[in-house]
Each structure stands twice: as structure tokens, then as C-alpha cells.
T-cell receptor, first 113, second 113 residues
Framework: EPEVTQTPSHQVTQMGQEVILRCVPISNHLYFYWYRQILGQKVEFLVSFYNNEISEKSEIFDDQFSVERPDGSNFTLKIRSTKLEDSAMYFC???????????FGPGTRLTVL | QKEVEQNSGPLSVPEGAIASLNCTYSDRGSQSFFWYRQYSGKSPELIMFIYSNGDKEDGRFTAQLNKASQYVSLLIRDSQPSDSATYLCAVWGPNFGNEKLTFGTGTRLTIIP
């Protein structure tokens, strides 16, 4: 069964460093998303991406964040200068259409020291 | 502010009994409703979705939607210890945002053997 994959599973970085989180969405899906979940809190939307551009972003997704689809399969989230409060699980998701079910990858645990 | 509300639990149910999980949402324009299961440290896993008023059954799971009351529920029949997890209600609707899912905080379910 097709699934969303993410790498790395765990990333440890120093405050102020740049990180890139990678995702491979399900191959026939057109809509891609990043969510995050701070430990013990709810899943929060960051950004949605369709047709090679951001279609929506939350207030969390400020100038330090960017997304890219560098080739036909990968979808990346870059955090330019990490802060302690960026420590969270980051989930990539994809869906075939914009309004139907979204399938989540296993997540990347980001720890900022 | 558009909200999705769930009782955080924990909800304890004996093995073999019916577990009932509830969710309310604030935006009457919401159109699609999803139940995800999340084991500790793992990503959300889609269980069911429902778009229309009424019941939708899939194996041991039944989703119920009442748009007039802005209420969606998930019933789990013949509960098993493996059902012990946090259950996330997620809502999609144009007033929440074009494509994103808005999640509740989740209900932690424990099945007692």
C-alpha cells in the first residue's frame, strides 16, 4: 500500500542552525502539507502546497520557514534559523484532492538544543 | 476562531465493550470530518471519514455526523487492547481554510483487559 515517507526520523540541531526535513508524498497525490505537533499538544497546520506553490499557510509559518518541491517526488520543509520552540514532531501529509482524506508520514522528531 | 473540541479523557472502556468518542466543531460550514488514531510517539493514522449526515460503518468502527448539532462521533465496537490510543477528530471546511485540517486535542482511550 502506498505511503508517505519522511527522513530523517530524528534530527538534533543547535539553536540558530538550518534544518531541512524531507518527505516523499504518495505518488498520485497532488496536495502536500506540513503539520507539527509539540509534545503533549494538538496537531497544528503549517502549510499546504499545490501546483508548485503555497496555497495556504498558518501564522506559525513565518519567514524562517520555506517549502520546496525540488523534483517530482520530494517535498521539503526548511527552517532557516531554528529556535528552541521549534522542537516538535513534524508530519508531512498528502492527499489526492484538497478536500478529502490526508495521509500522514511517520514524522521527523526535531530537537533544538 | 474556528475550533474543534474533544474531551481529552482518559476514557477507560472494558475489553469487548463499545467505546464512544465525541467531537464538536464551531463552524457550521464545515464539510468533511475525519477520525485519526495516534499511538504514542507515532503519526496520525486515518480510521474513517464522513461527509454526510447519519452513520457510516467500517468494520468495528462507526462514524456518526449531525451537522445541525455540529457534532461528530466515533463508536468502536468489541473494543480490543490494541485500540488503546489517542483519537483525533479533524475537520475540513472552507471557513477553516482552503485545504487544511483543523484538529482537536484528541481523546485518550484505554481498553482495560
Amino acid at each position: 500500500e502506498p505511503e508517505v515517507t519522511q527522513t530523517p526520523s530524528h534530527q538534533v540541531t543547535q539553536m540558530g542552525q538550518e534544518v531541512i526535513l524531507r518527505c516523499v508524498p504518495i505518488s498520485n497525490h497532488l496536495y502536500f502539507y506540513w503539520y507539527r505537533q509539540i509534545l503533549g499538544q494538538k496537531v497544528e497546520f503549517l502549510v499546504s502546497f499545490y501546483n508548485n506553490e503555497i496555497s495556504e499557510k498558518s501564522e506559525i509559518f513565518d519567514d524562517q520557514f520555506s517549502v520546496e518541491r525540488p523534483d517530482g517526488s520530494n517535498f521539503t520543509l526548511k527552517i532557516r534559523s531554528t529556535k528552541l520552540e521549534d522542537s516538535a514532531m513534524y508530519f508531512c501529509a498528502s492527499s489526492e484532492k484538497g478536500y478529502n482524506e490526508q495521509f500522514f508520514g511517520p514524522g521527523t522528531r526535531l530537537t533544538v538544543l | 476562531q474556528k475550533e474543534v473540541e474533544q474531551n481529552s479523557g482518559p476514557l477507560s472502556v472494558p475489553e469487548g465493550a463499545i467505546a464512544s468518542l465525541n467531537c464538536t466543531y464551531s463552524d457550521r460550514g464545515s464539510q468533511s470530518f475525519f477520525w485519526y488514531r495516534q499511538y504514542s510517539g507515532k503519526s496520525p493514522e486515518l480510521i474513517m471519514f464522513i461527509y454526510s449526515n447519519g452513520d457510516k460503518e467500517d468494520g468495528r468502527f462507526t462514524a456518526q455526523l449531525n451537522k445541525a448539532s455540529q457534532y461528530v462521533s466515533l463508536l468502536i465496537r468489541d473494543s480490543q487492547p490494541s485500540d488503546s490510543a489517542t483519537y483525533l477528530c479533524a475537520v475540513w471546511g472552507p471557513n477553516f481554510g482552503n485545504e487544511k485540517l483543523t484538529f482537536g486535542t484528541g481523546t485518550r482511550l484505554t481498553i482495560i483487559p
